[in-house]
């Protein structure tokens, strides 16, 4: 995804300010209803695929 002005990542917490470098790392796993399910911090890219696919059910 593309997010030049930031305003995903800092509405996510991924990132303090429009002006930050880079986001920070995370994932976050969103129900149909677009309510916020889990927030995964640092989701390390070999477990984390097994880890939501754990939460979905």
């Given amino acids: 995804m593309c997010d030049e002005t930031r305003s ?8 303090l300010s429009a ?3 880079r986001a920070t ?3 976050v ?4 209803d677009g309510k916020i399910r889990k ?3 640092d989701p390390d890219a070999g477990t984390h695929p097994n880890e939501v696919l754990l939460d979905l059910n």
Avoid: K
């Fill in 25 to 27: 790392r995370l994932s």
């Fill in 39 to 41: 927030i995964y911090l």
């Fill in 19 to 21: 002006d930050q470098e």
């Fill in 8 to 15: 995903v990542a800092m509405a996510y917490g991924a990132a």
């Fill in 29 to 32: 796993l969103i129900s149909p």
